[in-house]
């Protein structure tokens, strides 16, 4: 009786030829956790100076052997450096990549206005992104498995130590931090990393051998084709989309009987990732 | 420069005398994962029927042995009978308790008003809720952490397997299913559990051996005082939350350099929790 429950609500048209484009390789950054391998497809567009530094690091090997030292149940896991004592010919400080003016020709795909949060939201060059056509601004929002720099009060002040969302949207964050990127696989190697007590040393994990290490760190480019997985990302414009965003606004399923308000939340909506069909690993491995 | 990063985004008045509650041991339930024990705080005003079957099932040692066996990133980690063969005396179908009218004398702490999905959000007796005031009824919300029992396309029908949000608040979920708890601790032990592959035999884990087991569940009024963790809840009424709330408005921190419009979404201010001080591990311990 209980075998096919809720499985109406996550899944949507199978059937639909689907469409998937190929990430550009050079945008793409692995980082190997102790469960598993993630990778982030990085931002340029928006953030071209974080992208420009934070690959610099990857490739001069800052981030391998740092830890995951700041996880925090609900909210955010931060990695990077916490002692400050490892040398780089990169850690420059940052200007602040908050936002950008509308760019009127980058693909934008309006999924809902207005917003709770944003006078708009939809899909900018295939990351959730907001946008308030009066200012001219638009900006990367911050959903789970959301990318960005961290930073000290100073707007201009993000160098190398950065944060992955693992929670419920922290949406007072956007427009405050550069998002460089998203997590595109592996969110639940990130989910799995050891998380520090928030209620003591601002949920830093004193202990660096209690820490979720970082093994290492590459972009993708740099590495045989071979041994890299080949991840797909949904168009955003194509039929699966727009059908799944259709069909979530009017919960055209016998499985609901209440309908809701046809308001749609795009953090609950990101454009999925997968591996190549014939790359995929069975389900429930590690 | 990176240490202070980020410490202003989630912690709120440690000086203030906060006020904590001490759950009832008859409306928590522990299940012992593989990395972890976990605790439900039972919501028997809201969903007494299914609250009810719970316990007797937990009682009954229905669980025991059963896995978390449809576990599917960013939605909800499903607990139950896959094989629907294990014997119960409590496996009969439920009537829905998906909202209740509204009771005017609970406690209820206006949070929203209006919200995105609901009309208004709040903290009803210690959980995030929604109210409707023109229709009269009030229910739980679907937010990270929230337990709700599955079923199948009919209302009525749930019985014995049930889920745990673990990504962005399922929302479209809210008066569809019978919430009837929050996870109250452990929710990085939920987060660690192994994933099924969404595409694949709807998410669900077909080798049993790669499921998150369920090593046993219980009652903690069934067990001795001195072998429970000493758990407590904020008061939502407190002065502590009313400042956090207060603040997340106004934004009122030198942190923030753009102040957002004010609105909050209760899924990200979920009521705290904690071990009685003097029963704290220490931070990053499993």
Chains 1, 2 share one sequence.
Not at 95 to 119: G, H
Not at 235 to 255: G, H, N, W
Not at 259 to 272: M, T
Request: aromatic residues 10%; glycine residues 8%.
């Amino acid at each position: 009786m209980n075998k096919g429950l809720l499985l109406l609500l996550f899944f949507s048209f199978p059937l639909l030829a689907e469409q998937w484009r190929d990430p550009n390789p050079d945008d793409l950054v692995y980082i190997q956790l102790p469960k598993g391998q993630i990778v982030i497809e990085l931002a340029p567009f928006m953030a071209p100076h974080h992208v420009r530094q934070f690959k610099a690091l990857v490739r001069e090997g800052f981030y391998d052997g740092l830890d995951f030292y700041r996880v925090i149940e609900g909210f955010v896991a931060q990695a990077g450096d916490v002692e400050e004592t490892r040398p780089s010919k990169y850690k420059g400080m940052l200007k602040a990549e908050f936002s950008r003016n509308i760019a009127p020709d980058s693909a934008y795909t309006l999924v809902q206005s207005p917003e709770f949060i944003a006078p708009q939201t939809g899909y900018l060059q295939g990351f959730a992104a907001g946008r308030d056509p009066q200012a001219g601004l638009e900006w990367l929002l911050h959903c789970p498995g959301t990318v960005a720099m961290a930073r000290n009060n100073e707007a201009d002040s993000g160098s190398t130590d950065f944060y992955i969302v693992i929670g419920q949207a922290p949406r007072h964050l956007d427009r405050n931090m550069s998002v460089f990127g998203r997590v595109i696989y592996g969110m639940e190697y990130v989910q799995a990393l050891p998380r520090g007590n928030p209620e003591v040393e601002m949920g830093v994990i004193k202990d660096a051998g209690q820490r979720g290490k970082i093994e290492k760190a590459w972009v993708a480019s740099d590495m045989p084709a071979d041994q890299r997985l080949i991840l797909q990302v949904q168009e955003q414009d194509s039929e699966a989309v727009q059908k799944r965003l259709a069909s979530a606004r009017t919960m055209d399923s016998p499985f609901y009987h209440f309908r809701g308000n046809g308001k749609l939340d795009i953090c609950y909506y990101p454009l999925k990732s997968r591996l190549r069909p014939s790359d995929q690993p069975p389900a429930g491995t590690e």
